[in-house]
């Protein structure tokens, strides 16, 4: 039936259908009619509906090629088992291996090559092309011997091996007692049904024209197939004029043609309307550019539901449900409008289904493959404890977030970087309730034990317990996934892990229902691929072969989302065709969707495939176009294109099909600009003055709730706290914890205070939010754990030296010192993994290309003439002290801890801070010149005698300077220690009036900072 466009289309449609005899006979077997995909039966189903009423369960059926087959498969007198598409692949991936046996291929046998094997093998099949032809036909193209071109020769070999593995596909699906859709066909012609389907009206065009459309094959059955009296093809003139018709003729000779005319009316009961659309422009818009150019998909709708809202606005709007939002693919738009339509309160509809893989519990599958392909490292780990999806126990009780939290940071302080035998020996050594909490992971120094540092360390290992108990379980349940065993097993094992852990859903949640279905569909996927491995092909797997399987497996299944009942239809272009709509929106329209790119064959260019009968380019692109076309005049009243430029972050060019506009000869109609009324709820919150009756009952309470509160521009917002000190923050903040009261409290932490100089809000973060760094997992040391090993080393070995009865190092004793040192080195590196141990070693030995840091220090030392006569090493300074500022001396206590501290000979001290990296800023630095003033006042008496400070450096192991003096000359001393005592005093000032400015002394710390996260760093700079 040949009709003149999509309203001439649905009309025939309607007409054969409502015309239907077997119908208005009660015919037992209800017609089918052939739509590309569900969303298009979903639209006729409509369509029908409201024109001549049909009842979905009386009317005729409305499947796609696939339902179709399912159909008259049911149909036959005893019908084989069908097979379902995961045990055809699984099939085919035996027979890939076995045809692969012995053969020369260029490729390494994937699964993925695998289903395009069975891809290319349909394909064949269903443009009524054989096994043993295929191999004729590529062999007679490849032409002659062809000895010489090895090209050539690696084709002929792909060819005899994929004629084999096709072979043996057949035999082994024969030898089954199934069949697949091949087989079907043969049994449908062969057989007569006892109750056949008496017509079949197909709607859509073939393969060529049609991603979804019939093969020669299928219209082939449908001509054979006894019982079948009727059957009807309806395609526009567009669609024949591509090239479909002749395709038809050569296929279907004497077929019979009618025009629509012959049988279609105008739909009951309403108007058709004028016969073609207005192409709807932009203002201004250029002849030659009849369409919308915006800035990306998420625009597009953004424009649309402004112009629906103006319509609204001026009375002339279609109704919603007469209203289309047409696009090539689905994604990104279904996701994208989730997000649009409801905030500028329009509803919609949606009909295509959506992938599985997209489904956050598909998501929760994938955090248990993640876990046991990365050895149970610390991250994927805890993600997968951590999941809402899960639930682990023990004792009966859920572990809590709490808990997984404390055992996140617990592992990275062992430095715990997978592996499920080192787990079970951490979990060993975990105590309840007495921590093995002083020493790290590597086996290095203790902890320092700073009385706050001890509390969170033991707080958090027995917060940490259960999730460490539970973290070892799980591990022990999944480990076998990572060891080889049959197929089978593996999903099975994978299986009962998901039922065993799956949390109980709350029927309440709103999304309850949709998470049922999810699990549902991912049990029945793993629960079908093991009885498939069990029955067809069991090879051994281990964990990467099982999470490719599963992933695959899962993304090739949909999932349909609940869609509401009313609103905008949101459909693609080939359900569009079906769809009685005034406005439709044609979105998208860029050269990466438009024309559908066809799948490229991987086996052989388009030159070979043209022997096999495969369509040409110009064909397709034909049929595109005529798509198009017919799309752009499908609507009642107005149809508008629009395209975009930017897809995420790449720059996309407009599709070629818009130069196609001119031919479907539609008047154009400039859109008046849209006024700057609010549309979305953003707006009516974010525009002056925020406009509250948009909101929702509960929205608005909130939103009250917000313009009440104090302005943005208030100190507080910018890094002020009134009441820091902690008398006045317990009474105005009682949300600071306890420790952050103490932290405040004397002693002040002299580091800390340096922190404070670095950037204040950082200090805030650290100090009175008690924030954590975010651990970060590595395979060396990270500079907090390389700094403390460092400085662990250097004691041992000062120790060592001091026991061992020597003083000073100095030039004859420098070989002895460097072998004592070697010793030290050795002993603390057998705790490390072997590779960072090396590492370790070249820094603190040196290699022959640069000397280590070892030598740096001894040098250093043997290099002045005063002899050392006690060396204190991590020295405590602790107390009150007494700091000279402007304003008089001042009591302060502080507390602090001195790297080394060298007395010498003549009464004077020498200060060494060791610095891993590089030195500070001198005319900012706290730590050396603060301990420098209060070493001196700790060390009166000491040894009967007053000590001053004669010497303060940083031994810094980056920079062009080893030995960096915190002061070169004498002179300069009482400038420096003044400077940094009034810095102190004033930074302690600052604290207490509660400054904390996001203001670091250079802004490129922002880059590594990790309160980055919790910073409104935004007006501190360009960064
Ligand atoms: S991100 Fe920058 S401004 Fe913010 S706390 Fe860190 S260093 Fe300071």
Request: with cysteine; charged share 30%; aromatic share 6%.
């Amino acid at each position: 039936m040949r009709v003149p466009d999509l309203h001439g289309f649905r009309d025939a449609i309607t007409a054969l259908c409502g015309a239907d005899p077997g119908l208005r006979a009660g015919a037992r077997v209800r017609p089918y009619v052939v739509v590309p995909n569900r969303a298009a039966a979903r639209q006729l189903e409509r369509c029908l509906a409201s024109r001549v009423g049909a009842d979905p369960g009386v009317g005729p059926e409305i499947v796609t090629r696939d339902e179709l087959y399912d159909r008259l498969h049911a149909r036959l007198e005893n019908p084989p088992r069908r097979l379902n598409a995961l045990e055809r692949e699984v099939i085919a991936q035996r027979t890939a291996r076995d045809a692969a046996k012995g053969a020369e291929l260029a490729f390494r046998l994937r699964p993925g090559l695998v289903a395009e094997m069975l891809r290319f093998y349909d394909q064949l099949r269903r443009q009524s092309q054989h096994v043993p032809r295929f191999e004729e036909l590529i062999t007679d193209a490849l032409g002659g011997d062809g000895d010489l071109d090895r090209g050539a020769e690696r084709l002929r070999q792909q060819t005899r091996f994929l004629a084999r593995a096709f072979r043996e596909y057949e035999r082994r699906v024969r030898e089954s007692g199934a069949c697949d859709e091949h087989l079907l066909r043969d049994r449908l012609v062969a057989e007569p049904s006892a109750d056949p389907v008496q017509r079949v009206i197909v709607t859509v065009a073939d393969w060529i024209a049609d991603a979804d459309g019939l093969y020669v094959a299928d219209f082939d059955v449908l001509a054979r197939m006894p019982g079948l009296e009727s059957l009807d093809i309806v395609a526009t003139e567009a669609i024949l004029g591509s090239g479909f018709h002749e395709r038809l003729h050569n296929w279907l000779p004497g077929i019979e043609e009618v025009s629509a005319a012959d049988v279609a009316r105008p739909c009951n009961g309403r108007d058709r309307g004028p016969e073609r659309p207005a192409l709807q422009v932009p203002p201004g818009a250029e002849s030659d550019e009849p369409w919308w150019t915006l800035r990306d998909r998420e625009e597009e709708l953004v424009s649309i539901a402004r112009q629906i809202k103006a319509d609204r606005r001026c009375a002339d709007a279609a109704p919603l449900d007469r209203t289309a939002i047409v696009f090539k693919h689905p994604l990104p738009y279904l996701y994208l409008a989730a997000e649009t339509l409801p905030a500028a309160r329009i509803p919609y509809r949606t009909f295509d289904a959506l992938p599985l893989a997209a489904e956050p519990i598909a998501a929760a599958l994938d955090l248990v493959l993640e876990a046991v392909s990365a050895s149970f490292g610390r991250e994927p780990l805890v993600a997968l404890l951590r999941s809402p999806h899960f639930v682990f126990r023990r004792d009966d009780h859920a572990i809590t977030r709490e808990s997984v939290s404390a055992l996140d940071r617990a592992l990275s302080d062992r430095r715990y970087l997978g592996d499920p035998n080192r787990l079970e020996q951490i979990a060993a050594s975990w105590r309840e309730g007495r921590p093995d909490r002083l020493r790290q992971g590597y086996g290095g120094p203790p902890k320092p034990s700073a009385k706050v540092e001890g509390l969170r360390y033991e707080n958090r290992d027995d917060a940490a317990t259960a999730a460490v108990q539970a973290a070892v379980a799980l591990a022990r349940e999944l480990a076998p996934l990572a060891e080889s065993a049959p197929a089978s097993q593996q999903v099975t094992r994978l299986l009962a892990f998901w039922d065993g852990h799956l949390r109980p859903l709350d029927d309440a949640d709103p999304l309850s229902a949709r998470e049922q279905r999810g699990r549902a569909a991912i049990r029945q996927t793993l629960s079908a691929m093991a009885s498939v491995h069990a029955a067809h092909d069991d090879p051994d797997w281990i964990i990467d072969d099982l999470a490719l399987a599963v992933r695959r497996a899962v993304e090739e299944q949909t999932f349909e989302p609940e869609s509401s009942a009313a609103g905008v239809h949101l459909v693609d272009d080939r359900a569009a065709r079906y769809g009685d709509f005034d406005d439709v929106a044609i979105v998208g329209v860029v050269e990466t969707d438009w024309p559908e790119r066809p799948r490229r064959n991987i086996f052989y260019p388009p030159a070979l495939l043209k022997a096999l009968g495969w369509p040409s380019e110009r064909e397709r692109r034909a049929a595109a176009d005529a798509h198009f076309l017919d799309l752009l005049a499908g609507a009642r009243r107005r149809t508008l294109i629009s395209t975009f430029t930017l897809d995420e972050d790449a720059l996309v060019s407009r599709s070629t099909q818009l130069d196609e506009i001119p031919r479907a000869r539609l008047s154009v109609v400039a859109r008046p600009a849209v006024a700057g009324a609010r549309v979305f709820v953003d707006e009516a919150l974010s525009l002056e003055p925020p406009a509250l009756s948009a909101l929702d009952a509960d929205a608005r309470i909130w939103a009250d709730l917000r313009l009440s509160r104090s302005a943005a521009e208030q100190p507080q917002f910018h890094g002020s706290l009134p009441k820091a000190t902690a008398e006045l923050a317990e009474a105005a903040e009682p949300n600071v914890s306890q420790r952050a009261l103490r932290a405040l409290r004397l002693p002040f932490s002299v580091s800390a205070l340096e922190t404070y100089l670095d950037c204040p809000f950082k200090f805030f973060a650290q100090h009175l939010l008690e924030l954590d760094d975010e651990p970060d997992d590595e395979e060396v040391m990270d500079p907090r754990h390389q700094g403390q090993f460092v400085h662990a080393v250097f004691e041992q070995f000062f120790t060592a030296w001091q026991t061992a009865g020597h003083r000073a190092i100095t030039s004859e004793n420098l070989d002895l010192a460097r072998a004592l040192f070697t010793d030290v080195v050795d002993r603390a590196l057998d705790a490390l993994p072997e590779a960072e141990g090396g590492l370790e070693r070249t820094r603190l030995l040196g290699s022959p290309a640069a000397a280590g840091l070892g030598e740096a220090v001894f040098r250093m030392e043997a290099e002045r003439p005063v002899a050392v006569v006690e060396r204190l090493l991590e020295h405590r300074l602790e107390g009150v002290f007494t700091i000279a500022t402007a304003a008089g001396p001042r009591a302060i206590a502080l507390k602090g801890k001195a790297d080394r501290l060298d007395l010498l000979e003549d009464g004077t001290c020498r200060l060494i801070d060791y610095k891993l990296g590089w030195p500070p800023d001198k005319s900012r630095a706290l730590q050396l010149p603060i301990y420098s003033v209060c070493a001196e006042q700790r060390l009166a008496n000491h040894r009967g005698r007053e000590w001053t400070i004669g010497e303060a450096m940083y031994l810094a192991f980056k920079g062009p300077r080893r030995v960096v003096p915190l002061f070169s000359k004498a002179d300069q001393r009482a400038k420096v220690l003044t400077d940094a005592q009034q810095r102190l005093a004033d930074t302690i000032d600052s604290i207490a009036r509660g400054e904390f400015p996001p203001t670091p002394d250079d802004v490129w710390r922002c880059e590594t900072c990790t309160f980055a996260s919790v910073c409104r760093k935004d007006y501190v700079g360009d960064v």
